[in-house]
């Protein structure tokens, strides 16, 4: 009797260690055809190599880019450098990326960011929030953009003990922020095994000088973050359950799912087109490419346009596709005026004319 119980709990767990690889491997693993569709102006932007993870457009054009992020079970091309801020004008015929000086006594060798967001005040001062890993840990760092010369002053690190494995951040008022936590472990192997187990510990936060709680719980790791451009929605990417949860925004800045919409591919970062309201998505088409990573066979690119993400039935169209030939690894796409950015983990940054 004994060794019958024994060897039914055995099957019993295989048979559920059987179910979590065939979900992992559909979630995370599997490698999709990808049929391409690009824009038939798009060049690489010189200077961007070693990633562009997040980009941020101010209406005057000006486009924030972080990159050089090192992150656990991800490649990087520079991993003893430290991260830099480019920056674009949008405005210009042949917009090129500069790097902006960082100034203020700010530690620039352990710079890694991460998730950025801008904030423009009633005098038109802009703020850029960068989401940073110092040593590996999470801190928003706070920084005014200056135009003569083009640089940014470091004003403050922000830390808590609730912004834990942030991902991105959205800035909605002075020093007031939701963020995303990602995973709940800090180590790579455990990071995983969260998510072969399916354990939906990560959530979104908001914080101000005065409050700091978890407003949305229940991601399996939530990631891109944005807000629509009256500010009573915000939209959250579950990038390993392949959703978009469509968030309202409540007096006491608590959120509500309004919907779930399913994208069916790694969900990144997000951003929102002025013009429209769509959502854009910078997507992951094969995961595991980016996990395992060969230069021979590199991971694609996706961009995806959410189109009426509140109503009955929200339209969701591919924007570009490329299979790692020109672009591996997007994570975030980002539009002004007839122009689109699309920025990556690791590799480079796009440049294209819509």
Not at 124 to 133: A, F, G, K, P, R
Request: proline share 5%.
């Amino acid at each position: 009797m004994g060794k019958l119980l024994i060897l039914t709990l055995l099957g019993v767990c295989l048979a559920l260690i059987g179910e979590r690889l065939l979900a992992f491997r559909k979630g995370i693993g599997a490698v999709r055809e990808l049929e391409l569709v690009e824009p038939q102006s798009c060049r690489l932007i010189e200077g961007i190599e070693t990633g562009s993870e997040d980009i941020d457009i101010l209406p005057s054009g000006l486009a924030f880019i972080s990159s050089g992020l090192k992150y656990p079970g991800m490649p990087s091309f520079a991993p003893d450098e430290p991260g830099k801020i480019f920056l674009m004008d949008l405005n210009e015929q042949n917009p090129r990326a500069q790097v902006l000086e960082i100034i203020n006594g700010f530690d620039k060798e352990a710079f890694n960011p991460h998730g950025i967001s801008t904030f423009v005040d009633k005098d038109h001062t802009v703020y850029l929030y960068v989401v940073n890993h110092p040593h590996m840990e999470s801190t928003v760092e706070v920084f005014k953009f200056e135009e003569q010369p083009r640089s940014l002053v470091h004003l403050k690190t922000i830390k808590h003990e609730l912004l834990k494995s942030v991902n991105d951040i959205v800035v909605l008022g002075p020093e007031q922020f939701y963020a995303t936590r990602d995973h709940y472990y800090t180590t790579h192997f455990l990071s995983l095994l969260e998510i072969f187990l399916d354990l939906r510990w990560t959530y979104v936060l908001f914080y101000s000088p005065k409050e700091v709680k978890v407003v949305a719980r229940g991601f399996n790791s939530a990631n891109g973050i944005a807000a629509s451009q009256d500010k009573k929605y915000v939209y959250v990417a579950d990038v390993t359950a392949k959703n978009l949860h469509v968030m309202e925004r409540r007096a006491n800045w608590d959120l509500t799912e309004r919907k779930v919409i399913h994208l069916g591919t790694l969900v990144d970062n997000l951003s929102v087109d002025p013009a429209t309201g769509d959502i854009l998505a910078g997507c992951h088409p094969n995961g595991m490419k980016i996990l395992h990573y060969d230069p021979e066979d590199p991971p694609g690119s996706e961009v995806l346009r959410i189109h009426g993400a509140l109503s009955d039935k929200p339209k969701v169209s591919p924007v570009y596709i490329n299979d790692g030939s020109v672009l591996q690894g997007s994570t975030v796409a980002s539009v002004y005026q007839g122009k689109m950015l699309i920025g990556t983990v690791f590799h480079r940054a796009l440049y294209c004319e819509l």
